[in-house]
Every structure is written in structure tokens, then in C-alpha cells.
């Protein structure tokens, strides 16, 4: 006689946990909403992301809070994004400056 297997099912594993939304912006001006889009929750400065075939740089991560009924709820992140050639001129415009 074989023992009887319990399966227990989670919504949780349904879920991606490990992705969040964030509101993605092109700061080439003009700025460009470019949507919301699920990224990693670990998204830095400086990596490299892909929305519409086009490669983008991450500029600045912003998470915003906002005070609800006695503390800080998160209410939005943000991702800042540059074209990938956008950024390596400014880049090396900055280094320019510097080195004058």
C-alpha cells in the first residue's frame, strides 16, 4: 500500500515574486513614458534593460512612500532610462569636463 501524498498549492508560487512594476522613463528630452514594466526587484544604476527591441541604460532607480493611516507605504517606483548611445556620450562628455 502506497502513502498518501498531500499536495498543498500556494498562490504565492503562482506569482513572480522576485519582479516588481516599475514606471519606466526616457530622460532624453523630451522625456518619453515609456509604460510599466516588470523588472527584477534588485534593478541598479547602470544596467542595461530592453523594452521594444531598444536597449536602454538605468540612470536613477526612485522608490516613492507615501504617509497612509500612521506610516510609510511604498506607492510607486520609478526607473529613469537613457538609449544606450545617449549614455555613453554623456559619459564621456562628463569626462571631458573633468579632465579640463
Not at 517606483?77 to 545617449?86: F, Y
Not at 554623456?90 to 571631458?96: A, C, I, S, T
Request: glycine share 4%.
Amino acid at each position: 500500500m502506497q502513502p498518501s501524498v498531500v499536495r498543498v498549492l500556494s498562490r504565492k508560487r503562482e506569482r513572480n515574486w522576485d519582479r516588481d512594476p516599475y514606471k519606466v522613463i526616457d530622460i532624453t528630452p523630451p522625456q518619453r513614458n515609456l509604460g510599466i514594466r516588470c523588472f527584477p526587484s534588485n534593478m541598479q544604476c547602470g544596467e542595461s534593460v530592453t523594452i521594444e527591441d531598444k536597449d536602454y541604460i538605468v540612470s536613477a532607480v526612485t522608490y516613492r512612500y507615501e504617509f497612509r493611516k500612521g506610516k510609510y507605504e511604498p506607492s510607486e517606483k520609478r526607473l529613469d532610462v537613457q538609449s544606450t548611445g545617449r549614455y555613453l556620450v554623456n559619459n564621456y562628455l562628463e569626462m571631458l569636463l573633468e579632465e579640463s
